[in-house]
C-alpha cells in the first residue's frame, strides 16, 4: 500500500506507510527493521522452524486452546493467537519479525515498556545473587515500605505471587475480621478465577462467554452475591438483606472495559459498608500505582479496609499482594491465625523487578501517563464521535466502545457490537497496532510510548475504523 499522510489531532502531520509505520525520520529505522526481519526469517528457515499457524497447531496439542491464560487466545476476533518472540520498548516483535505497537502491556504490569533496562538490570543482580530462598529477605522489606508509602489505606502487605491469590487471601482475612461469610462483588469486574470470586466476572470469563458455574461448588456459588456496578440500590439491598463479609470492588472497574465510578459511588461504596460491618476492599491490580502514585484510593479519596494488588509491583514478573491496616493484617499467621503461604510469595527477582518499577513512578512519571492517556482519549473520542462510539478512560487506561451509548454497568458493556470490535481489532492488527483482543478490557498506556506512537495509533484507528463501520461505504 502506497504511504499516506494525515494530519494528527495536534495538527503535526506525520507520513505513515499502509501497515501504519512511520516515514521519513524513520525510513532508517524502517530499512533495519527489515533488514533484521529477513535475517530472523533466514535464521528460522535454517532451524526449520514452524510458522505461527503451525505452532498454534502443536500448541492445541499440549496447552488448552493452545495458550495458558484465555485473554490471550484471539478466538473472539476470529484469529490464532499471535505467538511473541520478544518485546523492547512500546513493542512487541512476534516469530516472523512484525513489530506491533503495543497498547496491552502484558494487561498491565509493563507501565514502563518492554525490557526496561533499569529492570533487567535490577532482575539480572538479583538472579546473580540466587532465584529464590524460601526465606525472608531485605528487599521484601523495601518493597513493602514502598507499598505503604504510597497507598494511603496500607500499613502492611502480604505478598503472593498472583493477584487471583491475593484476592483469595482478602476473602478469607475479611471473613475472619467479620465472623460472616457472604461476599458481593459487581458484575463484570474480575478478581481473579477463584471459586468465590467468578461469578458474572468481566475479562476472560465474559470475552469467551463462559458461564462462571462449571467446577465451582454450589456452596462457593451461594456465598456469592452480584450487583450492578453503579447501582447504589442494588448494593444498600445487598447489605442489608445479607450478613456480608466484605465488598469487593475494581474502584475503576476495568475488565468490562473502562467504567469508572459514578460519582460520588465510592464514598458510597465506604459509608454503606462502613455502616453494614462489612469490609471494603479495593481490587487494584489493575489500578494499583498505575491511575496514581496511590493507585484510585488516593485518586478519589476513599481509603477501602483492604487492597488487591497485582500486575505492576511485580514489574513484569510475577507478584502481587493484599495490604490493609495493621490490625487487620496481623490476623495472617504467623503474626495471627489465619493461615495463608506460598512457596514462592515475595521471589527476590519479581519483588527487584517491582521495586525497580515503583521507583520509576514519580510524579513527573504520572504527569506523562495522563498526558499520554488524554491525547490518546481525546484523539479517539473525535474518531468515536463520527463512528458513534464511545470512549471511557482513567489515567494510563482506554477503551473504545462499540456503542453510541455510554458504559456504565456490565450489561451496557455487553450490548456493544462484539462484530464491529472484532473487525476493527483485526484492522489494527494488520495496521501493526496491538490491542486487547476483547471487547471487555482496557488499552494499557505506558511510559514507553510516546507523542508520535499516539498519532500513528490515531490515524491507524482513523483507517480502521473507516473500513470497519457498517454505516459508511468504504472508497
Ligand atoms: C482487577 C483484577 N484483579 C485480579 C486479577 C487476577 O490477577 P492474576 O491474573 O495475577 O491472578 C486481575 C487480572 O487481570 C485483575 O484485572
Known sequence: MAGLSRGAPDKVTIKVRGDGRPLGE???????????????????????????????????????????????????????????????????????????????????????????????????DAASRGTSFGAATELEVELGEEVASRMPSVEMIRMTSSGTEAAMTAARLARAATGREILVKFAGAYHGHSDGLLAEAGSGVATHGIPSGPGIPAAQAAGTVVVPWNDREALAEALQKHEVAAVFAEPIAANM??????????DFLGEATEQSGSLLVFDEVITGFRVARGGAQELYGVNPDLTVMGKIIGGGLPAAAV??????????????????????????????????????LDDDAYARLGALTDRLASGLADLADQHGLTVASAPGLVTLFFSALPVKNFDDARA??????????????????????????????SLAQDEIQVDRTLMAAAEALSATDPGRSVG
Not at 535475517?39 to 492445541?60: I, T
Not at 495472617?332 to 521495586?355: F, I, R
Not at 494488520?430 to 488499552?443: D, K, M, Y
Open 26 to 124: 524513520t525510513n532508517q529505522e524502517v530499512e533495519y527493521q527489515e533488514a533484521k526481519a529477513k535475517q530472523l526469517e533466514e535464521a528460522r528457515g535454517a532451524e526449520n522452524r514452524l510458522d505461527n499457524s503451525e505452532l498454534f497447531e502443536r500448541a492445541r496439542r499440549v496447552l488448552p486452546g493452545g495458550v495458558n491464560s484465555p485473554v490471550r487466545a484471539m478466538r473472539q476476533v476470529g484469529l490464532d493467537p499471535v505467538f511473541i518472540e520478544s518485546a523492547e520498548g512500546a513493542e512487541v516483535i512476534d516469530r516472523d519479525g512484525r513489530r506491533y505497537l503495543d497498547w496491552v502491556g502484558s494487561w498491565g504490569p509493563m507501565i514502563l515498556g518492554h525490557a526496561d533496562s533499569e529492570v533487567l538490570t535490577a532482575i539480572e
Open 416 to 445: 456493544t457490537d462484539g462484530e464491529r470490535h472484532a473487525a476493527f481489532f483485526r484492522a489494527m492488527l494488520e495496521r501493526g497496532i496491538w490491542l486487547p483482543p476483547s471487547r471487555f478490557e482496557a488499552w494499557f498506556v
Open 257 to 266: 472495559g473502562v467504567v469508572p465510578p459514578a460519582e460520588g459511588f465510592l
Open 323 to 360: 495490604g490493609g491496616s495493621r490490625e487487620l493484617m496481623e490476623r495472617l499467621a504467623p503474626a495471627g491465625d489465619v493461615y495463608q503461604a506460598g512457596t514462592l510469595s515475595g521471589n527476590p527477582l519479581a519483588v527487584a523487578a517491582g521495586l525497580a518499577t515503583l521507583r520509576r
